[in-house]
Nanobody, 120 residues
Framework: QVQLVESGGGLARPGGSLRLSCVASGRIFDFNAMAWYRQAPGKERELVAAMMTTGSTNYADSVKGRFTISRDIAKKAAYLQMNGLKPEDTAVYYC??????????????WGQGTQVTVAS
Protein backbone atom coordinates (compact mmCIF):
# COMPACT_ATOMS: atom_id res chain seq x y z
CA GLN A 1 0.00 0.00 0.00
CA VAL A 2 1.37 3.39 -0.99
CA GLN A 3 1.13 6.26 1.47
CA LEU A 4 1.96 9.92 0.88
CA VAL A 5 3.00 12.15 3.75
CA GLU A 6 3.08 15.91 3.24
CA SER A 7 4.76 18.58 5.30
CA GLY A 8 5.75 22.21 5.10
CA GLY A 9 2.45 24.06 5.08
CA GLY A 10 1.72 26.98 7.33
CA LEU A 11 1.22 30.70 7.42
CA ALA A 12 3.08 33.08 5.13
CA ARG A 13 2.82 36.77 4.39
CA PRO A 14 2.08 38.01 0.89
CA GLY A 15 5.29 37.91 -1.09
CA GLY A 16 6.73 35.26 1.19
CA SER A 17 7.80 31.68 0.52
CA LEU A 18 6.98 28.19 1.67
CA ARG A 19 8.29 24.79 0.65
CA LEU A 20 6.06 21.75 0.66
CA SER A 21 7.42 18.21 0.82
CA CYS A 22 5.77 14.90 -0.01
CA VAL A 23 7.35 11.52 0.64
CA ALA A 24 5.89 8.28 -0.63
CA SER A 25 6.23 4.90 1.02
CA GLY A 26 5.51 1.55 -0.54
CA ARG A 27 6.01 0.18 -4.03
CA ILE A 28 6.03 2.66 -6.89
CA PHE A 29 6.44 1.62 -10.51
CA ASP A 30 9.21 3.19 -12.55
CA PHE A 31 6.85 5.23 -14.72
CA ASN A 32 4.99 7.68 -12.55
CA ALA A 33 4.05 11.26 -11.95
CA MET A 34 3.91 13.25 -8.77
CA ALA A 35 1.85 16.38 -8.53
CA TRP A 36 0.50 19.02 -6.22
CA TYR A 37 -3.16 19.98 -6.20
CA ARG A 38 -4.93 22.55 -4.08
CA GLN A 39 -8.45 23.20 -2.93
CA ALA A 40 -9.64 26.50 -1.57
CA PRO A 41 -12.88 26.82 0.42
CA GLY A 42 -15.88 26.62 -1.86
CA LYS A 43 -13.79 25.78 -4.90
CA GLU A 44 -12.92 22.63 -6.79
CA ARG A 45 -9.58 20.92 -6.41
CA GLU A 46 -7.16 22.13 -9.07
CA LEU A 47 -3.80 21.05 -10.40
CA VAL A 48 -0.95 23.28 -9.29
CA ALA A 49 2.10 21.50 -10.69
CA ALA A 50 3.12 18.04 -11.87
CA MET A 51 6.36 16.31 -12.76
CA MET A 52 6.87 13.02 -14.56
CA THR A 53 9.83 10.72 -13.99
CA THR A 54 11.01 11.92 -17.42
CA GLY A 55 11.42 15.38 -15.91
CA SER A 56 8.65 17.01 -17.86
CA THR A 57 6.59 19.48 -15.87
CA ASN A 58 3.21 21.11 -16.04
CA TYR A 59 2.08 24.20 -14.11
CA ALA A 60 -1.17 26.02 -13.61
CA ASP A 61 -1.04 29.42 -15.30
CA SER A 62 -1.71 31.11 -11.96
CA VAL A 63 1.56 29.82 -10.46
CA LYS A 64 3.94 29.91 -13.42
CA GLY A 65 7.08 31.81 -12.57
CA ARG A 66 6.38 31.65 -8.84
CA PHE A 67 6.16 27.95 -7.97
CA THR A 68 8.66 25.23 -8.80
CA ILE A 69 8.10 21.50 -8.53
CA SER A 70 11.02 19.17 -8.08
CA ARG A 71 11.52 15.51 -7.32
CA ASP A 72 14.04 13.20 -5.71
CA ILE A 73 13.35 9.90 -7.45
CA ALA A 74 15.58 7.90 -5.12
CA LYS A 75 13.78 9.23 -2.05
CA LYS A 76 10.34 8.91 -3.71
CA ALA A 77 9.79 12.55 -2.81
CA ALA A 78 8.33 15.62 -4.43
CA TYR A 79 8.69 19.23 -3.41
CA LEU A 80 6.88 22.44 -4.20
CA GLN A 81 8.82 25.66 -3.73
CA MET A 82 6.34 28.50 -3.52
CA ASN A 83 7.68 32.03 -3.88
CA GLY A 84 5.85 35.30 -4.26
CA LEU A 85 2.86 33.95 -2.40
CA LYS A 86 -0.47 35.68 -2.79
CA PRO A 87 -3.60 35.54 -0.62
CA GLU A 88 -5.32 33.66 -3.44
CA ASP A 89 -2.81 30.84 -2.98
CA THR A 90 -4.49 30.05 0.33
CA ALA A 91 -5.77 26.48 0.15
CA VAL A 92 -5.24 22.95 1.31
CA TYR A 93 -2.46 21.49 -0.81
CA TYR A 94 -2.54 17.79 -1.67
CA CYS A 95 0.22 15.58 -2.95
CA UNK A 96 -0.81 13.21 -5.72
CA UNK A 97 0.96 10.17 -7.14
CA UNK A 98 0.02 8.32 -10.30
CA UNK A 99 2.05 5.21 -10.95
CA UNK A 100 1.74 2.91 -13.96
CA UNK A 101 2.49 -0.80 -14.24
CA UNK A 102 1.78 -0.55 -17.97
CA UNK A 103 -0.30 1.52 -20.36
CA UNK A 104 -3.51 -0.06 -19.11
CA UNK A 105 -2.80 -0.38 -15.41
CA UNK A 106 -2.35 2.64 -13.23
CA UNK A 107 -2.89 3.58 -9.62
CA UNK A 108 -3.53 6.92 -7.98
CA UNK A 109 -2.85 7.99 -4.42
CA TRP A 110 -3.46 11.14 -2.42
CA GLY A 111 -1.87 12.65 0.64
CA GLN A 112 -3.86 13.94 3.57
CA GLY A 113 -3.35 17.59 2.65
CA THR A 114 -1.48 20.45 4.25
CA GLN A 115 -2.91 23.91 4.87
CA VAL A 116 -1.24 26.93 3.28
CA THR A 117 -2.50 30.32 4.42
CA VAL A 118 -1.24 33.57 2.95
CA ALA A 119 -2.26 36.61 4.95
CA SER A 120 -0.81 39.78 6.37
Amino acid sequence: QVQLVESGGGLARPGGSLRLSCVASGRIFDFNAMAWYRQAPGKERELVAAMMTTGSTNYADSVKGRFTISRDIAKKAAYLQMNGLKPEDTAVYYCNLQTYLDADTGYEYWGQGTQVTVAS
